[in-house]
């Protein structure tokens, strides 16, 4: 049995008003609904965290507008402005670093990671993938969906899962299930899942910040109730 050195949940940082809560990143690339979805939860006192920091990968996107509106202070680490994948990288690591973070989420990050990021955050940063992995791994929105729809598949939905070095495939943590209906375009099905995704992703993160994970194979088991 693995369990993580320094699993989620164990560390606590930053004394917010008197109280110690986990410290959340939240790295982001586009629309931001699922950082809203984050925010939300905090603000109605159903997910005990805070967001020292949202990184996007693209200036300019909605994502970051949230933040602002949330105070939330927010960085942008292009791709572009760093010579190798392992610099921009390693520019995220300092980032996060510099906020206190103790848990990473990426919402719609539509980067794949230098090692070094899953090496300084082991077992420490969860993603939201729009499919019941393992099926239609890889590819960003609205890919997963499209690919599902094609497929003929009945159920689809979202997957919240560590993330190690290899795409879409570290062990889930947890999932949610939604019809695909006759009538169903790629956008209305995104749509649903979208929808399943606001409400598993917070979810997801209070799990793991409170139930202990432990990693067995490619199990996530948490302590019983
Ligand atoms: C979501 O469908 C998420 O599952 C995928 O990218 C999309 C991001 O949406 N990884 P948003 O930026 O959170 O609105």
Redesign the pocket.
């Known amino acids: 049995m693995a369990e993580p050195e320094s699993g989620a949940g164990r560390e606590e940082t930053a004394a917010v008003d008197g109280q110690r809560l986990p410290t959340l990143g939240v790295l982001?690339s586009?629309?931001?609904?699922?950082?809203r979805a984050i925010l939300d939860a905090i603000e109605r006192g159903e997910l005990p965290a805070r967001v020292s920091i949202v990184i996007s990968s693209r200036a300019g996107v909605p994502?970051l507008d949230i933040a602002a509106a949330h105070g939330i202070p927010a960085r942008v680490i292009a791709p572009r402005d760093y010579p190798s994948r392992a610099e921009e990288g390693a520019a995220i690591v300092a980032a996060l670093r510099g906020a206190g973070v103790n848990l990473v989420v990426l919402?719609?990050f539509a980067r794949i990671f230098d090692p070094c990021v899953v090496r300084a955050y082991p077992y420490r940063i969860l993603n939201?993938?729009?499919s019941l992995l393992p099926a239609f791994a890889g590819g960003?929105?609205p890919k997963p969906q499209a690919d599902a729809l094609a497929a003929g598949v009945k159920l689809s939905g979202?997957t919240v899962h560590f993330v190690t070095d290899e795409v879409d495939a570290g062990p889930i943590i947890a999932q949610a299930a939604v019809p695909v209906l006759d009538d169903d375009t790629v956008e209305r099905l995104a749509e649903r899942?979208?929808a399943a995704?606001h409400q598993l992703l917070p979810t997801a993160i209070r799990h793991v910040l409170e139930g202990h994970p432990r990693i067995e194979g490619k199990r996530v088991l948490f302590d019983q109730e």
């Open positions: 982001v586009g629309r931001g609904s699922n950082l994502a919402a719609g939201i993938h729009p960003m929105a979202c899942i979208l995704e």
